[in-house]
């Protein structure tokens, strides 16, 4: 019994510590120890692998480069002086009743609660000279009718501002233009150049 558990351990004891003989089948796939140095083999002469120092990424720019045919400050002028017009130098003339009916519209609705701010205003000051305190619904109807026409004093100089900065901005980004490739670059300092393109 025990001569068959020496054996044993004779048979499994190489295989546990990773020493087990390679086959000769195994033996022919093993790299030649000449490969793995440096890999060169005895007498001949390889050129040294390029290995890059390091790795710059860059982005490439495709913002086309343009000289603007327009004035941004001419433009912002002609706005200022006539609401509109800036929008005509821009040739963006789709903009023009924009600007401009959104502008007889506010003066329109100034002029409306102005003029019954005025009209309650007259007939609440009436009122005072029969009441101390005068009527106080006419009081009210006063005061609602200068709110609104207060707030459509905001919205027109609002919508002035808007007309000069758009004709400012239109007139800066006129003959803008983006390019169609749009591209990230890797490139090592030596060696291959990596590219990744996207393209749209």
Not at 2 to 22: D, H, R, Y
Not at 23 to 50: F, K, M, N, W
Not at 167 to 191: C, H, K, Q, T, W
Request: aromatic share 14%; charged share 20%.
């Amino acid at each position: 019994m025990k001569w068959m558990v020496a054996a044993f351990l004779v048979m499994i004891t190489p295989s546990l510590f990773g020493q087990t003989e390679p086959s000769p089948a195994t033996q022919d796939s093993l790299p030649d120890p000449a490969r793995l140095a440096g890999g060169r083999q005895a007498g001949v002469s390889q050129p040294e692998p390029i290995i890059p120092a390091g790795i710059v990424a860059s982005r490439v720019d495709t913002v086309t480069k343009y000289q603007s045919t327009k004035s941004p400050g001419l433009a912002m002028l002609f706005s200022a002086l006539v609401p509109g017009a800036g929008q005509a130098y821009n040739e963006s003339y789709w903009k023009i009743p924009v600007v401009v009916g959104f502008g007889l519209y506010f003066t329109s609705m100034w002029l409306h609660n102005n003029r019954l701010y005025t009209e309650y205003r007259d007939r609440y000051s009436e009122s005072l000279q029969t009441s101390a305190s005068g009527d106080g619904r006419l009081l009210t109807i006063r005061e609602f009718y200068r709110d609104q026409r207060d707030t459509f004093t905001w919205y027109f100089f609002i919508l002035y501002l808007l007309n000069v900065a758009d004709a400012y901005v239109d007139a800066s980004l006129y003959d803008f233009n983006v390019g169609d490739d749009l591209s990230i670059r890797l490139m090592p300092e030596a060696g291959t150049r990596l590219a990744l393109r996207l393209s749209f």
